[in-house]
């Protein structure tokens, strides 16, 4: 006979307080059934002795001392699982919302999950074509990493978003049709939530996506379970029945932030710019779940996004996602200005696992010296134009105009393209060689001399010359 | 009657009255005997860090008392392994738990089922000290085991022996009895407590350097055998890609690899990658060189601030027995923000950033457990700590960089400037120093050469030159310089990329002899002496330029080989040629 506790010793914010207690387990999951006949859940975050605090995901609205009875379920909370999981929508704590009624489990899953033993993890090896130059030769995605996208409000991140997954290819044909998505929204405001939805639709994706969405207006402490629930399926599906995996998690800030909330309405100390001490071990189980492990064929791969609250890549929410992702792609307000799409500052952006996902028996032999050596002359593209800002351009050396030459041709011909436009490796390579080739030879000092000698021709770079 | 589980919040667990713990005792809590560790004590209350996951914990529970502070086990088949922040196999707990780590597991260390050829290198009746070797056996191809009597016993006189033959790990060899008449039983194995220094005879001075390989570490900013370097950069400067690179080729005996709070993927990474790549001393595989102690992010915070302790123990260990060994942190940061993250849950008033105001001390007792020793039995050997730090917004100012600057003498700034340039390794050579170029002095006179430090001097020189220079070239452009000025930006830009750049991917360049170091320097600045004097004879810039040696200078890396020095005499024969025609026109 389950046990039932009548009435609340104190409400907080999100949080209510339970005395009286015995035998409650910490993270379990409650069930709180109102005079109304609603039920809402809950989470013990905290135990003292008889004494629990539990935290309410669908927020403490109505709840009073007495109008409550509080039933423990004695397990974590968990989710149905199944894959059926795909072409549905989901509310932040994993309950259906598009009307088609509840899943038909397999099993459940604790939405925790447990930490990736490293030693049965495999090295993600295989790149992911997006069809989209700036990505796929700079900051290449590799099956079974974390790569976010560092955004500002007022940035096309979501158009991108959607033009990865539209276009999202896993290099090996046969695994082709293995490939999906999971799509958590924390915090997004209801046209964005739309936006995706439609554009799913559209590009006829829709039944390959499982979508978890937490409306901005929705309570914050179903945001802090929204990932979880997305990650959680996402594994399944990944580790379970071998698929491969793109996860988008968008908006980690909004998360962040109602990490924040909880963590002041618990009361406990706060750390940098009043978020908990612990949001880089919160942020950690999240971004860790993704991989590749030796056991099962599929693979989970996280594109999380986040905006960055005034554009400042040292806030804590940009600077310790960072530091735990393998990587990040920055979007730039300037270039965004300037009409180029999708505006990806390259510089501040990095793929760490990309030197073993290319080359030879992933892309092409020459990829490696192709995107080190447009990283070192968009570098010097940037010396050159803060030298022609004080000289002026006419000044410039014979060496430094040809960079600014080939830095207006990088941003309009290479890092723009329209979003559906899908480039293939080579093309991308090629393209990116024909801009190398506007510069003297020797300036390209990142390429080995004998392919240097092979590809490098003048002449190719023709065609950027006659439209200046 | 053992006590009860009061309170849980998150990994720090309380008890009422239980005054039967001692500070700092290791614990099992709860129904699936969770390792735990006493870290305050009051007369109403204990207070207790636990460290895997505390879900499902139900006060009432019991605690287990263990009686000895949290230890590290330590005996064969410490190297090649890999451990989680206490000293539990990883690979055995994939075996018994599967992909993903379960909790509660209670895993013996050391493989305890496998055999090792032991010799017994003592008698019956010979007396024998702490530290003092009693018995060998090769642990792998390249490292021999040497089993010490644990400093925690007293001199004693050996009673029994076993014959030298195959035991496993906990079989008892050798029985001695100390002065009081206590027997004990002596096996292959012994027990530490890992927040304890493990004792030495004597501190000896440094002298010897770590040779790495890097040319900007070798040469540059050089570490020394029993040494300290902090490596501070932000997400994306390469602190991983250093610290593996120094892994993977600098000259210590063993390494112990702290993966403190990072990425999974990253110590998959160096799992695989070690176990295909040769040490280029030894001709043997990396890995059995190598101990790999990974508490990834997500894996339980306290154990992420054990991990440290239990790297540098495993690291003194093979120090006793006369190894030079050289442990990489990555990243202490995330040692010291699990220190704020349980000082935070104890209520503790924050100092700086909501650090604790121990950090400091911490910091200097974790450094401090390095140095060039000599050892209980009398050997030579060393622990060299290397530890990346990563600083809140890529901000130096910040209290882990600042504190830990203050305890080591080696630091290597890296610049977010010259990452984004895909500079690696983006040490800033202007912003990073290191202290032991003194110590080494001697060193780098007889071994490498009198002249090395002399060449090195006017390298730093040039780069210094250079940097001032930019300011101004930032301002008017290169062009209007006069020409002895142009050629110090040149020849530093052979310098910047032909030397101080290195590119770990590449087979002749990932891995650079001193002997090469010193002679790219050496042809460099030859050239840059002979090309002043040209242009001291007013021989214009461009034709240096023209003449395409700047270029050549700075693909030597990738042209001459580790092992065919010699082919830098048809450089000088070039540049010697090219100077006299200059010279005759």
């Known amino acids: 006979m389950a046990l039932h506790h009548i009435g609340l010793k104190e409400i907080n914010g999100s949080l209510i307080v339970l005395d009286d207690v015995e035998n409650a387990g910490f993270d379990e999951l409650v069930e709180i059934h109102l005079k109304n006949n609603t039920k809402r859940q809950g989470r013990i975050v905290q135990i003292d002795g008889k004494r629990v605090v539990i935290q309410v995901f669908e927020g403490t609205n109505d709840l009073s001392m007495e109008n409550t009875s509080t039933h423990f379920t004695g397990k974590p909370l968990e989710i149905p699982l199944s894959t059926e999981l795909l072409g549905r929508i989901f509310n932040g704590a994993g309950k259906p919302i598009d009307g088609l009624g509840e899943i038909f489990a397999e099993k459940y899953a604790d939405i925790n999950g447990a930490a990736i033993n490293p030693v049965s993890r495999n090295y993600p090896r295989n790149y992911i074509r997006t069809g989209i130059s700036s990505i796929d030769a700079l900051t290449t995605l590799i099956r079974g990493q974390k790569l976010p996208i560092f955004s500002d409000s007022g940035l096309p991140h979501n158009k991108l978003a959607v033009q990865i997954v539209k276009q999202a290819k896993i290099a090996d044909k046969e695994e082709d049709n293995n490939f999906c998505i999971v799509f958590a929204a924390m915090g997004v405001k209801n046209d964005i939530a739309d936006y995706f939805k439609t554009k799913f639709e559209e590009s006829g994706v829709l039944e390959r996506v499982s979508m978890f969405i937490n409306l901005s207006n929705d309570p914050i402490i179903e945001r802090i379970l929204t990932p979880r629930c997305a990650l959680t399926a996402a594994e399944y599906l990944a580790y379970e029945k071998n698929m491969h995996v793109l996860v988008i998690l968008t908006d980690m800030t909004s998360y962040a932030e109602a990490i924040r909330e909880f963590s002041s309405s618990k009361g406990e100390i706060p750390g940098r710019k009043g978020y908990p001490g612990y949001l880089y071990s919160d942020l950690a189980q999240l971004y860790e779940r993704a991989g590749v492990l030796k056991n099962s064929k599929g693979s989970v791969t996280q594109i999380p996004i986040l905006t960055m609250p005034n554009g400042d890549i040292t806030n804590p929410v940009p600077d310790l996602t960072g530091y735990i992702t393998e990587g990040q792609i920055v979007l730039s307000k300037e270039l965004y200005q300037q009409g180029v799409y999708p505006p990806v500052s390259i510089l501040p952006s990095l793929s760490r696992l990309m030197k073993d996902g290319i080359g030879e028996k992933y892309t092409r032999s020459d990829h490696q010296a192709v995107a080190s050596q447009l990283f070192a002359c968009y570098a010097k593209v940037q010396d050159a134009r803060s030298l022609a800002s004080v000289i002026g351009e006419e000044e410039l050396s014979a060496t430094d105009k040809s960079y600014i030459e080939f830095g207006k041709n990088f941003e309009s011909n290479f890092l723009t393209q329209s979003d559906d436009e899908d480039r293939t490796i080579e093309q991308t390579l090629d393209l990116g060689w024909d801009l190398l080739c506007l510069l003297p030879k020797e300036e390209l000092d990142r390429i080995d001399s004998e392919l240097l000698d092979k590809v490098y021709d003048p002449s190719r770079s023709q065609r950027f010359k006659s439209t200046i | ?585």
């Not at chain 2, 123990?313 to 093979?318: D, F, I, K, R, V």
């Open chain 2, 1 to 585: 009657m053992s006590s009860k589980i009061f309170s849980i919040n998150g990994p720090v667990i309380k008890a009422r009255k239980a005054t039967e713990f001692s500070m700092m005792e290791m614990v099992y809590v709860g129904k699936n005997k969770i390792i735990g560790e006493v870290i305050s004590i009051n007369e109403n209350e204990t207070t207790i860090q636990v460290y895997e996951s505390t879900t499902g914990l139900k006060p009432g529970e019991p605690i287990y008392s263990t009686g000895t502070p949290l230890f590290a086990t330590l005996g064969p088949g410490i190297i090649s392994n890999i451990f989680d922040g206490i000293e539990r196999p990883l690979k055995e707990m994939e075996k018994s738990s599967g992909a993903f780590i379960g909790i509660g597991s209670d895993i013996p260390s050391l493989n305890e089922n496998k055999t090792y050829d032991v010799t017994v290198t003592v008698k019956v009746g010979d007396t024998i000290n702490p530290g003092e070797i009693y018995a060998t056996c090769p642990e792998t191809s390249m490292i021999t085991h040497k089993c010490m009597l644990s400093p925690l016993l007293k001199t004693s006189v050996v009673k029994e022996i076993k014959p030298n033959g195959q035991y496993k790990v906990n079989d008892t060899i050798v029985i001695i009895e100390d002065e009081n008449g206590n027997v004990h039983e002596l096996s292959l194995c012994q027990k530490w407590p890992i927040r304890v220094a493990r004792p030495v005879k004597n501190r000896l001075s440094i002298s010897r350097p770590l040779i790495t390989g890097q040319r900007i570490i070798d040469t540059m900013f050089p570490i020394a055998k029993g040494g300290t370097a902090a490596v501070p950069g932000g997400f994306g400067t390469g602190k991983t890609m250093t610290q593996h690179a120094l892994a993977k080729w600098s000259d210590a005996d063993i390494i112990i690899y702290v993966g403190c709070g990072e990425r999974g993927n990253e110590m998959t990474q160096v799992l695989e990658e070690f176990s295909e790549l040769i040490d280029p001393r030894t001709g043997k595989a990396l890995t059995d060189r190598t101990t790999l102690i990974a508490n990834t992010s997500n894996m339980p915070v306290a154990a992420r601030e054990a991990s440290i302790y239990t790297g540098i123990t495993l690291a003194e260990y093979y120090r006793d027995m006369g190894y030079h060994v050289a442990i990489m942190a990555d990243s202490t940061s995330r040692w010291a923000e699990a220190l704020r993250e349980i000082s935070g849950r104890l209520e503790e008033m924050p100092a700086e950033e909501g650090f604790p105001a121990y950090l400091p001390s911490r910091l200097s007792q974790f450094y401090e457990r390095a140095g060039y020793m000599e050892t209980l039995s009398g050997q030579e050997g060393s622990v060299t700590i290397i530890g990346a730090v990563s600083p809140q917004g890529s901000d130096f100012s910040e209290p882990v960089t600042q504190n830990t600057k203050r305890f080591v003498r080696c630091f290597w700034a890296l610049d977010k400037a010259l990452a984004y340039s895909r500079h690696y390794p983006a040490i800033n050579w202007i912003t990073s120093y290191s202290e032991y170029d003194e110590d080494l002095k001697k060193f780098y006179d007889n071994e490498v050469g009198e002249d090395f430090l002399n060449i090195k001097q006017k390298i730093s020189a040039l780069l210094a030159e250079e940097s001032k220079l930019m300011e101004i070239v930032k301002l008017i452009g290169a062009d209007v310089l006069p020409d002895d000025q142009k050629l110090v930006i040149e020849i530093s830009k052979v310098i910047r990329v032909g030397f101080l750049q290195q590119n770990a991917f590449h087979k002749d360049d990932a891995y650079v002899t001193l002997e090469k170091q010193k002679q790219m320097m050496k042809i460099i600045i030859y050239f840059y002496e002979n090309a002043s004097k040209l242009i001291s004879h007013s021989i214009p810039f461009s034709v240096l330029v023209e003449s395409g040696i700047f270029t050549k200078l700075s693909r030597i890396k990738y042209d001459i080989p580790n092992d065919d020095l010699d082919k830098f005499n048809t450089y000088y024969d070039e540049i010697d040629l090219f100077i006299k025609k200059q010279l005759n026109n």
